[in-house]
């Protein structure tokens, strides 16, 4: 007697690494090694590496055990709230500097208002390093 041998072919679980927030990381946080866990669970959206999270600033307050979204973390600020700034404006050779107040937080190559200490006028400019942000012509898109 011929032995019938039916193949099921049932669909395999994935088992991806997620990660997970080892304790609270408050909004406006960077994110360090020990602050994520590797968690065998497959989390639509959650960062699998924490090589791709540390040193990223939380936008949101992460809790522990919740996993660890790339869309709720951002590059870094270098630029804070009320911070010193150098202005620097640049048009054909010709470079000014000037004092400024930075009137809100951004990271690198994020804009930001800055108000000329001098003049007291605000403006639009694109943070370059820590504590410059360039005005002018050169920083619209």
């Known amino acids: 007697m011929w032995g019938l041998v039916l193949l099921l072919l049932l669909p395999m679980p994935v088992f991806a690494d997620a990660l997970v927030a080892t304790r609270l990381i408050r909004a406006t ?3 360090r090694e020990g602050d994520v866990a590797v968690q065998r669970e497959h989390i639509p959206g959650a960062a699998s590496d924490p090589v791709q ?4 600033e939380a936008r949101v ?3 522990p055990g919740r996993p660890v979204r790339l869309s709720d973390l951002g590059p870094a600020a270098v630029v804070e ?3 010193s700034v150098v202005m620097v ?11 400024g107040r930075a009137l809100g937080r951004a990271a690198l190559g994020d804009m930001v208002t800055v ?5 007291r006028q605000s403006v ?3 943070v370059t390093s820590f504590g410059q ?3 002018g012509t050169m920083t619209t898109p």
């Not at 999270?53 to 990223?56: D, H, I, P």
């Not at 404006?89 to 004092?99: D, F, M, N, P, V």
């Not at 108000?115 to 003049?119: E, K, L, Q, V, Y």
């Open 89 to 99: 404006y640049r048009q054909a050779g010709l470079t000014i500097l000037s004092e």
């Open 53 to 56: 999270v540390v040193g990223l």
């Open 81 to 83: 709230r009320n911070d």
């Open 133 to 135: 942000v360039e005005v």
């Open 29 to 31: 946080e960077v994110v």
């Open 124 to 126: 639009q400019g694109r």
């Open 115 to 119: 108000m000329n200490i001098a003049s």
């Open 61 to 63: 307050a992460i809790y």
